[in-house]
């Protein structure tokens, strides 16, 4: 009798013993994900097991999760029913001492994929998703070309997810929508990065780790895998601490020896830099000894996006005239404002000597604390990318209206009368500024085409072509003295011009990068190219070319914003009409 009562209560203690355990196929499926994990929970909230990461409690981490809330894993289901815990039969009996498999590291293990797989049934992430490499896209010259995914050899999905709390953040969502995580966005697909020397360090996230880590920037594969920035590019682990920095110096040699180095004090902007410093510099023109006669562009080439370069007074093109000759800028120099200053000076940022400062140069650091616009002097951490393009953790990079919430609106509340609001911000403000700045860019190029027969275009290498020539890689623009018109000197300043049009076309936001830097490389720029010397004449060549977007309103009436833009009167009547322009001191 005693017997037969044991037996069935042995059955029932081996069934609860096993099940406590779970199996290895979805439980979650079968019962309540708490239900199928509770035994688990029961052992870990009595050990305080935390997470090697965020040293949160793993069960409180699941608990609140998606995968507990809506249902979608239990423990089991991630980690196996084994685990290397003790088998109750095994302890007294013998034989095996653990159940069923066990997964300690299920990332490691794949079975994120059981769910998540190209080929799931329960939340695939298959056809339409983002994170395998399973559909195509045209590149910028109409390549049929895989995109650029979210998950591939070099990249788990724990480098983005936590692995017990796994929700989908707000900075997710915004991060994909960035041009850092757009699958399908030119800088990831338009080559096969991973497999190209130098290239790979700024176009797939593994290149640019093992880049700032190692100072190697070889290829890092043999067969083509596309990546965008990943999480993993900017983040050590799922708690979002950032990677370490580090103290980058640009791959060339700047401009009016200008350090190569940048601030030390910019935070997390450091992580930035490396791939926005630009390839190249305009001191690369001025010392080059090639050919002029048979010489691409493509040789002096910037890149793409060279903001940090632009913003720290590195890269433009500076040698229209001898640095040390008085270059009609008026600056604040040693503490006395509208002091005449040397062309060197005028274009040699403040961290290297020289006179030109910026405000937004100087966000995110402790330079700010005494900065002319009281409302921003609380931005003190971060450097300047992170403060305008990370406000509040906030993963779009975009200058939207969050952005104009938490950091324009200190120093930008009018522009003239008109009240700044987030709704009003881009277009009153923002695109604005932008027209102006791109109507002195068309203005060059206008000069460029009517004066020297050369055409710029930037979908197509190299750049430039002669006007009438087709746009591709066997029409570039060589001949810079213009069939021996032009001197060795004059022949590096015109290629010194399509540099600037090049560099500042790259950078659509060069306007609020390096406002001053980028209006005096315009202006330069133009002060050569409308009679080869630079003699102050921006002012009557641009009013006459385009006076539809330039005007000069003389001592009658405001010039147009676009004028005001390039040229630098000597301040306005208290009319509110512009003083007599001294063309002596019109550069800005």
Request: proline share 4%; aromatic share 10%; glycine share 10%.
């Given at each position: 009798?005693?017997?037969?009562?044991?037996?069935?209560?042995?059955?029932?203690?081996?069934?609860?013993?096993?099940?406590?355990?779970?199996?290895?196929?979805?439980?979650?499926?079968?019962?309540?994900?708490?239900?199928?994990?509770?035994?688990?929970?029961?052992?870990?909230?009595?050990?305080?097991?935390?997470?090697?990461?965020?040293?949160?409690?793993?069960?409180?981490?699941?608990?609140?999760?998606?995968?507990?809330?809506?249902?979608?894993?239990?423990?089991?289901?991630?980690?196996?029913?084994?685990?290397?815990?003790?088998?109750?039969?095994?302890?007294?009996?013998?034989?095996?001492?653990?159940?069923?498999?066990?997964?300690?590291?299920?990332?490691?293990?794949?079975?994120?994929?059981?769910?998540?797989?190209?080929?799931?049934?329960?939340?695939?992430?298959?056809?339409?998703?983002?994170?395998?490499?399973?559909?195509?896209?045209?590149?910028?010259?109409?390549?049929?070309?895989?995109?650029?995914?979210?998950?591939?050899?070099?990249?788990?999905?724990?480098?983005?997810?936590?692995?017990?709390?796994?929700?989908?953040?707000?900075?997710?969502?915004?991060?994909?929508?960035?041009?850092?995580?757009?699958?399908?966005?030119?800088?990831?697909?338009?080559?096969?990065?991973?497999t190209r020397n130098t290239c790979n360090r700024c176009h797939t996230t593994t290149g640019f780790l093992k880049y700032i880590k190692t100072g190697n920037d070889s290829a890092w594969a043999t067969k083509g895998e596309q990546e965008m920035l990943r999480c993993n590019g900017c983040h050590s682990d799922?708690?979002?601490?950032?990677?370490?920095?580090?103290?980058?110096?640009?791959?060339?040699?700047?401009?009016?020896?200008?350090?190569?180095?940048?601030?030390?004090?910019?935070?997390?902007?450091?992580?930035?830099?490396?791939?926005?410093?630009?390839?190249?510099?305009?001191?690369?023109?001025?010392?080059?000894?090639?050919?002029?006669?048979?010489?691409?562009?493509?040789?002096?080439?910037?890149?793409?996006?060279?903001?940090?370069?632009?913003?720290?007074?590195?890269?433009?093109?500076?040698?229209?005239?001898?640095?040390?000759?008085?270059?009609?800028?008026?600056?604040?120099?040693?503490?006395?404002?509208?002091?005449?200053?040397?062309?060197?000076?005028?274009?040699?940022?403040?961290?290297?000597?020289?006179?030109?400062?910026?405000?937004?140069?100087?966000?995110?650091?402790?330079?700010?604390?005494?900065?002319?616009?009281?409302?921003?002097?609380?931005?003190?951490?971060?450097?300047?990318?992170?403060?305008?393009?990370?406000?509040?953790?906030?993963?779009?990079?975009?200058?939207?209206?969050?952005?104009?919430?938490?950091?324009?609106?200190?120093?930008?509340?009018?522009?003239?009368?008109?009240?700044?609001?987030?709704?009003?911000?881009?277009?009153?403000?923002?695109?604005?500024?932008?027209?102006?700045?791109?109507?002195?860019?068309?203005?060059?190029?206008?000069?460029?085409?009517?004066?020297?027969?050369?055409?710029?275009?930037?979908?197509?290498?190299?750049?430039?072509?002669?006007?009438?020539?087709?746009?591709?890689?066997?029409?570039?623009?060589?001949?810079?003295?213009?069939?021996?018109?032009?001197?060795?000197?004059?022949?590096?300043?015109?290629?010194?011009?399509?540099?600037?049009?090049?560099?500042?076309?790259?950078?659509?936001?060069?306007?609020?990068?390096?406002?001053?830097?980028?209006?005096?490389?315009?202006?330069?720029?133009?002060?050569?190219?409308?009679?080869?010397?630079?003699?102050?004449?921006?002012?009557?060549?641009?009013?006459?070319?385009?006076?539809?977007?330039?005007?000069?309103?003389?001592?009658?009436?405001?010039?147009?914003?676009?004028?005001?833009?390039?040229?630098?009167?000597?301040?306005?009547?208290?009319?509110?009409?512009?003083?007599?322009?001294?063309?002596?001191?019109?550069?800005?």
């Amino acid at each position: 009798m005693r017997l037969g009562y044991l037996l069935p209560l042995f059955l029932v203690l081996l069934t609860t013993s096993l099940s406590g355990c779970g199996n290895d196929t979805s439980v979650s499926q079968t019962k309540s994900n708490f239900a199928a994990s509770e035994t688990c929970i029961t052992c870990h909230s009595a050990q305080k097991t935390v997470s090697p990461v965020t040293l949160a409690s793993v069960t409180d981490e699941w608990y609140s999760s998606l995968h507990n809330i809506k249902k979608g894993a239990s423990c089991i289901d991630c980690h196996g029913s084994g685990n290397g815990h003790p088998s109750t039969c095994g302890s007294c009996h013998g034989g095996a001492t653990t159940v069923g498999l066990e997964f300690h590291n299920p990332v490691a293990a794949g079975r994120c994929y059981n769910c998540h797989g190209v080929d799931a049934t329960v939340f695939p992430l298959g056809k339409g998703k983002r994170h395998f490499d399973i559909y195509t896209t045209s590149n910028a010259v109409g390549t049929k070309v895989p995109t650029a995914t979210y998950v591939g050899t070099q990249n788990t999905c724990s480098n983005c997810h936590a692995p017990h709390k796994n929700d989908l953040l707000p900075q997710h969502r915004e991060w994909a929508e960035s041009g850092h995580g757009k699958v399908d966005a030119d800088p990831w697909i338009h080559y096969t990065f991973n497999t190209r020397n130098t290239c790979n360090r700024c176009h797939t996230t593994t290149g640019f780790l093992k880049y700032i880590k190692t100072g190697n920037d070889s290829a890092w594969a043999t067969k083509g895998e596309q990546e965008m920035l990943r999480c993993n590019g900017c983040h050590s682990d799922y708690r979002w601490a950032r990677i370490p920095s580090i103290d980058f110096r640009t791959p060339y040699t700047p401009s009016l020896q200008a350090s190569s180095g940048f601030p030390t004090d910019i935070g997390d902007t450091k992580l930035c830099i490396p791939c926005h410093a630009g390839l190249n510099s305009g001191y690369a023109i001025e010392t080059t000894t090639a050919d002029l006669t048979k010489t691409s562009f493509g040789t002096f080439n910037s890149h793409y996006m060279a903001a940090a370069g632009l913003m720290f007074v590195k890269n433009g093109f500076t040698g229209f005239a001898d640095p040390t000759a008085m270059s009609g800028t008026l600056a604040t120099k040693n503490g006395v404002s509208n002091t005449p200053v040397t062309y060197g000076e005028s274009l040699t940022s403040s961290d290297d000597g020289g006179v030109l400062t910026s405000t937004h140069r100087k966000f995110g650091t402790a330079a700010m604390k005494t900065d002319s616009h009281p409302g921003g002097r609380d931005l003190v951490t971060g450097g300047p990318c992170v403060t305008c393009h990370l406000s509040g953790k906030h993963h779009t990079l975009k200058i939207d209206a969050f952005a104009f919430n938490n950091i324009c609106v200190k120093c930008h509340s009018k522009e003239g009368t008109t009240l700044l609001t987030a709704d009003n911000f881009g277009t009153v403000f923002i695109e604005e500024q932008a027209a102006i700045f791109q109507n002195a860019i068309m203005l060059a190029r206008t000069l460029l085409h009517n004066t020297y027969g050369i055409d710029y275009d930037s979908a197509n290498y190299p750049y430039f072509f002669p006007v009438g020539e087709a746009h591709d890689r066997d029409h570039g623009f060589t001949d810079w003295t213009l069939t021996g018109t032009l001197t060795g000197s004059d022949a590096k300043k015109l290629l010194g011009v399509c540099f600037n049009i090049n560099l500042l076309s790259r950078d659509p936001a060069a306007y609020a990068h390096a406002r001053t830097y980028a209006r005096r490389l315009l202006y330069d720029s133009i002060d050569f190219l409308d009679d080869r010397t630079m003699n102050h004449s921006v002012s009557a060549t641009i009013a006459t070319t385009d006076p539809a977007h330039f005007t000069n309103g003389g001592t009658s009436a405001l010039s147009s914003p676009s004028f005001n833009y390039l040229v630098k009167f000597n301040g306005p009547k208290t009319d509110g009409t512009n003083a007599t322009l001294d063309t002596s001191t019109e550069r800005p």
